[in-house]
Every structure is written in structure tokens, then in C-alpha cells.
């Protein structure tokens, strides 16, 4: 069974992972929908009078930031299912975050390649077509234990346990061994 310690070390993990998350996607989201092509630092640095634009580099900054914010809010919301993985001790989070963070992220940046027209849209393409498969796979895996309510897992030394689940939840059967309970605490 796990220790205080171990359960205590989850929770901040969890609180801090979750904690970080947040923040990420909500730069994600400022990138985005809210950042303006050029920041003041941007036009100090270097030196460009924003008004001289052409109006073409201007749209095409605009298609980078929010290529930049869909790998962002995507790296965030992988986060968010790691955090709230350790914070609840259900791995349907793990798999639900990584599949809406890969469509997120490969999702924004097919478009952003589509919108600029770019030679290597077939190689995008091909990295978004995986993320689909990738975020198909998992949903569907979360779909099947869902209506199985069985699943197979492998604790730390390798032994195959039984484990349910239920909504959300995974629970893993506890198989004595010479009074050993053999448990992932992280799929309980």
C-alpha cells in the first residue's frame, strides 16, 4: 500500500503539475487568440517602426504566434492530464490530456501550414495524421475499459493484476502474496 509520504509527494506533484498547466494553456490561449504580432519589447529591440510593415508580414506573424500558442495550449493541457492524474490516481485523465493536447498542438500547426501555403504541408500533415491516430487509439482505449469495466495492468515487479474500471476510476485488485499486497497506488 502506498506510504503518507509517498501519497503527500503525489499531491504536490499533482497540485504542482496541475498549477503549471494552468499557466501554460492560459499562455497558449494568450498567444493564441490575444497577442498582438508585435509587443513593445519587440519594436525596442529591434528598432522596427511597426508602421512600416508590409501588411503580408504583419498576417504572417500573426499565423507564427498562433502556431506557437496551439504548441503551448497543447503542452498545457498534457500537463492539466498529468496533474490531474496524480492528484486523482486515475490514469483517464493521463490519457484523455494527451490526447486533446496532441490535437491541440498538431491541429493549430497543420492549419498554420495550410494558411501559408508551405512546401512541407505533407510532412505536417503526416505529424498531424499521427496525433489523430494517436488521440483515436487512446480515447478508444479509455472507451473499451469503459464498457468492459476489466482491464489488465502490471504493478512495479511485473505482475499482471486485474484491475476495473468505473467512470473515471481504476481499481486495482489486491492479490496476496505471503501477506504482500502487490497495488499500483497510481491506477487505485
Known sequence: MPTQERLRKDLLGGALTTALGVFTLGIGVYFLFLRPFLLPEDIRHTGIDAATLPVAFVDW????????????????????????TLLSRRTLWLYLGTAAGVLVAF???????????????????????????????????????????????????????????????????????EGLHLTRPDLV
Not at 75 to 80: D, K, N, P, Q
Open 61 to 84: 506573424l500573426g499565423i507564427v504566434f498562433s502556431t506557437w500558442g496551439g504548441f503551448i495550449a497543447g503542452f498545457g493541457i498534457v500537463l492539466l492530464g498529468i496533474g490531474a
Open 107 to 177: 491541429g493549430r500547426f497543420v492549419i498554420s501550414n495550410i494558411l501559408i501555403g508551405s512546401d512541407f504541408l505533407w510532412f505536417i500533415a503526416t505529424m498531424f495524421v499521427l496525433a489523430l491516430v494517436l488521440a483515436t487509439v487512446l480515447v478508444l482505449n479509455v472507451i473499451r475499459r469503459h464498457r468492459t469495466n476489466e482491464t489488465a495492468s502490471s504493478d512495479v515487479d511485473g505482475t499482471a493484476l486485474p484491475v476495473r474500471f468505473d467512470g473515471g476510476n481504476f481499481h486495482v485488485a489486491q492479490p496476496r502474496e
